[in-house]
Nanobody, 125 residues
């Protein structure tokens, strides 16, 4: 299983941007889809985006399409979530996660078996 560590969260004003990073270790990175998820207080964890093992395919939740962009650099053992035009609905703890052997790029928590501890994003004036 991969080990994942998120960073880059913080406080940002509405309309602002943040870039989250996910450091990856412990496996052959090409084999793993990397997903980004978030969980707001009192809500279930939801899928935000994912990127396939070699970065050729991405998938986004409808609520972030056009605002968020995900990428990865396996040589640097990193994955990224670029978030633009943030609003209060984006406030949550953001997690990166890894799933091995997936066809496609799912946004379903159940197929991911390695998770980071999360990084807090707060969008507020």
């Amino acid at each position: 299983q991969l080990q994942l560590v998120e960073s880059g969260g913080g406080l940002v004003q509405p309309g602002g941007s943040l870039r989250l990073s996910c450091a990856l270790s412990g496996g052959t990175l090409d084999w793993y889809v990397i997903g980004w998820f978030r969980q707001a207080p009192g809500k279930e964890r939801e899928g935000v985006s994912c990127v396939s093992g070699r970065g050729y395919r991405t998938n986004y939740a409808r609520t972030v399409t056009g605002r968020f962009s995900t990428s990865r650099d396996n040589a640097k053992k990193m994955a990224y979530l670029e978030m633009n035009n943030l609003n209060s609905e984006d406030t949550a703890v953001y997690y990166c996660a890894a799933a091995r052997g997936q066809i496609g790029c799912p946004l379903v928590t159940g197929v991911y078996d390695s998770w980071g501890l999360g990084t807090q994003v707060i969008v507020s004036v």
